[in-house]
């Protein structure tokens, strides 16, 4: 166990609603990292989130969102969901600190979009 | 984008053999890592080398690093059946920066 928790484990939406993805950091950690895996490819990095801000960020459209609360955990936001939106969401944390790189992942959100 | 690429792409073995995979990247990078994902679950985090490292063990875990070819390898000694996953490397370009995965290698250790 890595100490992450994200939330729901699975859900599904249909195209064009919204949804919010929910990552608990590890104790300690304050750098949040999201992923995209859809089926059969590695994870896509999604964008990062330092000390509540946002510390880089992928090839991913607007729509995708994210917040980094006080406490370090985070939120991803995915509007006017498509048929492509469909995949496993992973978040890890870190320390983003050298000789602590290592980042730790959650168990993931599956969406599965309509 | 995907930094690599992982080789095989899949990978059958029985148990009690020896699994080796490869990753290749294409930019200079900090670290390699590998992960381990087990039915499209969670990564879990198995090993971390750094750029300046050649080889580094962990249990029945073995990696090599050659920057030079932009590759490492990943050995699984006396592989078990718990060890059947799709395993993943992953480089980060600085301290806490994204990771960049490759497309993974699916293992299947048969009893």
């Known amino acids: 166990e890595t100490g992450v928790t994200q939330s729901p484990t699975h859900l599904i939406k249909t195209r064009g609603q919204q949804v919010t993805l929910r990552c608990s950091s590890q104790?300690?950690?304050?750098?949040v990292s999201w992923y995209q895996q859809a089926l059969g490819q590695g994870p896509q990095f999604i964008f990062q989130?330092?000390?509540?801000?946002?510390?880089g960020r992928g090839n991913f459209p607007p729509r995708f969102s994210g917040l980094q609360f006080p406490n370090y955990s985070s939120e991803l936001n995915v509007n006017a969901l498509e048929l492509d939106d469909s995949a496993l969401y992973l978040c890890?944390?870190?320390?983003?600190?050298?000789?602590?790189?290592?980042?730790?992942f959650g168990p993931g959100t599956r969406l599965l979009v309509l | 984008s995907q930094q690599g690429e992982e080789d095989p792409q899949a990978l059958s073995i029985q148990e009690g053999e020896n699994a080796t995979m490869n990753c290749s990247y294409k930019?200079?990078?900090?670290?390699l890592q590998w992960y381990r994902q087990n039915s499209g679950r969670g990564l879990v985090h198995l090993i971390l080398?750094?750029?300046?490292?050649r080889e580094k063990h962990s249990g029945r875990l073995r990696v090599t690093l050659d920057t030079s070819k932009k590759s490492s390898s990943l050995l699984i000694t006396a592989s078990r059946a718990a060890d059947t996953a799709s395993y993943f490397c992953?480089?980060?370009?600085?301290?806490?920066?994204?990771?960049?995965f490759g497309g993974g290698t699916r293992v299947l250790v048969k009893p």
């Open positions: 989130y330092y000390r509540e801000e946002e510390n």
């Open positions: 992953a480089t980060d370009k600085a301290a806490g920066n994204k990771l960049t």
């Open positions: 080398i750094r750029s300046n490292e």
């Open positions: 930019t200079s990078i900090n670290n």
């Open positions: 104790s300690g950690h304050n750098t």
């Open positions: 890890a944390s870190s320390l983003r600190v050298p000789g602590e790189e290592t980042q730790y």
